[in-house]
């Protein structure tokens, strides 16, 4: 079974701080993703990494980047913390694309993050 | 892009009834699109998911069907039963070029009482 790990459950952050959220995944998996979760907007795609080195941005980019230095662990950044990133981070795995057909997303246990 | 309209938001049910769950979705090239449940405090599972080439898919007390003319697709819980509590999302991709890159549906939110 796909073991995604994310290093803390609970973080309580001032503004302006350098957050680090990491995630580790041991399946060997190529595709990594962080998402976000907030109460009714359901999960938004912040960043995500198809392979060691590489990032791409999703659909809500801004005030976060990310960094894939190794291919089981995607951390994300906050580079100077704000209250309106107060929420739950989520990070995600998924099998391989080429040749697999279609594959669900295996998730983490999730990092509520509270700035204050 | 893809934009996924869940409803209804909340959606409270007697142990026993059957739970209906809908979802929309704005871009025809989207094939596959998968159902999670999350538990509170826990993380999204997968429970049930269909591709486009399929009209519907059953898994016990759980069925998904899919209306592509339409953009549509329901989750159906029968025999609800008080574990089946959670907050349900759909999702849609366009794979393999947006692999792993869901819209998720804004979440629904069941209560069961017995």
């Known amino acids: 079974d796909v073991k995604v790990t994310q290093s803390s459950r609970y973080l309580v952050k001032r503004t302006g701080e350098k957050v680090f959220l990491e995630c580790v995944q041991d399946m060997d998996h190529e595709n990594m993703f962080w998402y976000r979760q907030d109460p009714g907007l359901g999960l938004r795609l912040i960043y995500f990494s198809y392979d060691v080195k590489m990032k791409e941005k999703g659909d809500i980019p801004e005030g976060y980047s990310v960094s894939r230095e190794k291919k089981e662990r995607f951390s994300l950044i906050l580079e100077s913390a704000s209250t309106n990133q107060t929420s739950m981070y989520l990070c995600?795995?998924?099998?391989?694309?080429w040749g697999q057909g279609n594959s669900p997303l295996h998730f983490g246990n999730g990092t509520r993050l509270t700035v204050t | 892009g893809e934009n996924v309209e869940q409803h209804p938001s909340t959606l409270s049910v007697q142990e026993g009834d059957s739970a209906v769950i809908k979802c929309t979705y704005s871009?025809?090239?989207?094939?596959?699109f998968p159902w999670y449940k999350q538990e509170l405090g826990k993380r999204p599972q997968l429970i049930i998911d269909?591709?486009?080439?399929?009209g519907e898919k059953k898994d016990q007390r759980i069925a998904v069907t899919l209306n592509k003319t339409a953009k549509h697709f329901s989750l159906h819980i029968t025999e609800t039963q008080p574990e089946d509590s959670a907050v349900y999302f759909c999702?849609?991709?366009?794979?393999?070029?947006?692999?792993?890159?869901?819209?998720f549906g804004a979440g629904t939110q069941v209560v069961v009482t017995p």
């Open positions: 999702a849609a991709s366009t794979p393999p070029d947006s692999w792993g890159k869901f819209q």
């Open positions: 995600a795995s998924i099998v391989s694309r």
């Open positions: 871009d025809s090239a989207s094939n596959y």
């Open positions: 269909i591709r486009s080439n399929v």
